[in-house]
């Protein structure tokens, strides 16, 4: 048997695992000649995968759910013996503040694009104005700009402004926390585009193509899935999986060369490990900085990531007299709330809180707003509850309130993104043949496309390595 070549995964988020994971999986069922490492630089795994659990209550620090419509996360979920702790996300009405103002979200929409007129012509968020406008979607011409374009461009010239800023947004900042008038459409929503180029019309598109929801007593059907135990029993399953000795905890890798055909990691710890291929799934920066000699990764300084943070308020449900029947809000633009976006956790996911509890999860932090995250946890909580009185009657304080940072958390895929990436990943192969990107800074950030980005970088490793 030659001698075993070594992989080496930087970082342990969910990419980074996901990697490792199916790599051994591969490496034992095919008998290869290899080994991997995960060099992990914090004294745990996971990333931004963090669960709380405290005095009867399961909830999350970063993301509480994953997309059940993308199978790769539940896929991997089944993989770890997790199936039986799968759980869906309880439905029912959620809303969107406009103008002080709580307004049921218009059912029929998907991303805030109308599939049905009647819900939008009798909602209160637009004008009469905005909804001629908006209308202008059916005769509009498609654009005629083939290449990339901001998804606030994109969105104004088909619908108008008010449905963009009232709608659209709100729900899109929910996911990328960032300004859809910077991010890119082709590294977000190509199909949106697609969807123009093949119908002109983004209603009737949508219409001929999202599938008719099953009538089930006009019951919303669940989207998301999450873990009884909270998303972070995931990380801990496939972690439980990997061969002993696999992870480095603890130590983050400082800087990477090239040596003959195999490369070397300084380690923070000041020990070098080598390594034949490698995959770094850790965010763009880091990764920039692994290699800052190479020229090409230099497009990462300019890549932005934002910053946001959410609070977790426990209440006792008698403490909230003016209840709203919903699973949660998002916020438009033009309110005058600092809040983005909250969520009836004990609502969408029944298990988080005990009997009689009201758990609630709120946003901080948007383009413009970014420094709330630097107030400290006490400062954070006061602008949440005190946004929060203004729509619900709050009585007493919380029993207790959880702030979680996400400093420099959220890639933002600026117009271009694919362009650049393209580039640097051509560059990265002929000049670091064997080291592949993967993760939430380059194509796409739920956690189901980074777990497709970590399988495909174990084809990528396998194929390079079998060269
Ligand atoms: P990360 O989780 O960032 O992991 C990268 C790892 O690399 C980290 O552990 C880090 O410590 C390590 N590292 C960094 N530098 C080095 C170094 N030099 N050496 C070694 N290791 C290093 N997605 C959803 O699908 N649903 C949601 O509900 C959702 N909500 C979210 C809410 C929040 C607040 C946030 C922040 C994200 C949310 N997301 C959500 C997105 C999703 O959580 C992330 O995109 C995903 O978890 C990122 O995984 P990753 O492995 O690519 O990166």
């Known amino acids: 048997m030659p001698d075993s070549k070594q992989i080496v995964i930087v970082g342990g988020g969910i990419t980074g695992l996901t990697a490792a994971y199916y790599l051994q999986k591969r490496i034992i069922e095919e008998q ?8 992990e630089a914090s004294d745990r795994l996971g990333g931004k995968i963090k669960s709380v659990k405290t ?10 759910s994953f997309l059940i419509r993308k199978p790769s996360a539940a896929r991997l979920v089944k993989e770890v013996g997790l199936e039986d702790d799968l759980i869906k996300n309880g439905t029912g009405q959620s809303y969107i503040l406009v103008d002080k103002k709580l307004h049921k979200m218009p059912s029929g929409s998907y991303m805030g694009i109308p599939t049905q007129v009647s819900p939008f012509l009798f909602s209160g968020i637009f004008s009469a104005k905005g909804k001629l406008r908006a209308g202008m979607d059916f005769i509009r011409p498609k654009g005629k ?19 963009v800023e009232n709608l659209v947004e709100p729900l899109l900042s929910g996911i990328y926390a960032g300004d859809i008038d910077e991010l890119s459409l082709m590294a977000t929503f190509p199909n949106f585009y697609e969807l123009e180029q093949e119908h002109r019309s983004l209603v009737k598109g949508l219409r001929k193509t999202v599938p008719k929801k099953k009538s089930n007593k006009g019951k919303k059907p669940s989207m998301f ?23 480095v905890k603890g130590t983050g890798v400082d800087h990477i060369e090239q040596k003959d055909d195999h490369y070397h990691l300084l380690l923070s710890d000041g020990t070098v490990v080598q390594a034949d291929s490698l995959v770094m799934s850790t965010p763009h920066f880091a990764a920039r900085r692994m290699l800052s000699q190479y020229e090409f990764m230099d497009v990462f300084k300019e890549m932005p990531a934002t910053s946001v943070a959410n609070v977790a308020l426990a ?14 809000f998002v916020v438009s633009r033009n309110s005058d709330y600092r809040i983005t976006a909250c969520t009836w956790t004990h609502k969408k996911w029944p298990q988080s809180a005990p009997e009689g509890k009201a758990l609630l999860r709120c946003y901080v932090g948007r383009p413009g707003d970014e420094q709330v ?20 009657k709050i009585t007493k304080e919380p029993e207790f309130a959880v702030v979680s940072r996400w400093k420099n958390a959220m890639p933002q895929y600026a117009v271009g993104h694919k362009e650049r990436l393209a580039h640097v990943r051509t560059k990265m192969e002929a000049e670091l043949p064997g080291i592949f990107l993967a993760g939430s800074s380059y194509e796409g950030i739920g956690i189901p496309d980074c777990i497709d980005q970590g399988e495909a970088a174990v084809e990528q490793v396998l194929s390079f390595l079998s060269q």
């Open 55 to 64: 005095n009867g209550y399961t909830f999350e620090r970063g993301p509480d």
């Open 225 to 247: 899935y999450s873990l009884t135990n909270g998303l972070e029993s995931l990380v801990d399953a496939v972690e439980d999986k990997l061969v002993p000795g696999t992870v």
């Open 373 to 392: 995250v630097d107030l400290s946890d006490q400062e954070i909580v006061n602008i949440v509850l005190h946004d929060l009185k203004k729509i619900m």
């Open 145 to 163: 700009q083939s290449g990339d374009q901001s998804l606030g461009l994109f969105f104004r010239r088909r619908f108008g402004d008010e449905l």
């Open 32 to 39: 290869l000649p290899y080994k991997v490492k995960l060099v």
């Open 315 to 328: 209440f006792d449900q008698s403490a909230i007299k003016k209840d709203i029947d919903g699973t949660g």
